[in-house]
């Protein structure tokens, strides 16, 4: 909920999910230009959704941001492998949540 309070009130539509899964289903019904992913999930985990996200064409390029407790290399670098973008540790900084959101936006030519 900070995580939508804060990109919400910073000015963007955000789609929630409360798993992999959901997630999933509502990026294919509803393209979106950043997605902002837990990395343990029931259902479907933060890994299994992005290579989901990865196999539709038009989530190859799209900026993946990670939110988690966990500070694994073997877990960075999967997801580093997948093209994840950032990686912010919990409890997430809402100013640094909103300026990595923004500067992959901006790259993307959509902020």
Not at 7 to 28: D, I, S, Y
Not at 41 to 68: A, F, N, S
Not at 103 to 109: I, R, S
């Amino acid at each position: 909920m900070i995580v939508q309070a804060t990109l919400t009130g910073a000015g963007w539509k955000v789609l929630t999910a409360c798993n992999g899964q959901e997630a999933l289903e509502v990026a294919k019904a509803n393209p979106v230009d950043l997605v902002v992913s837990d990395w343990n999930m029931p259902v479907k985990g933060g890994l299994e959704l992005i290579q989901g996200l990865r196999e539709e064409d038009r989530y190859m390029d799209v900026p993946v941001l990670v939110l988690t407790t966990e500070d694994d290399v073997d877990s960075k670098m999967a997801a580093r492998d997948l093209g994840v973008c950032g990686w912010l540790s919990k409890p997430v900084d809402p100013d640094v949540l909103v300026e990595l959101a923004t500067e992959l936006l901006d790259e993307q030519g959509v902020a």
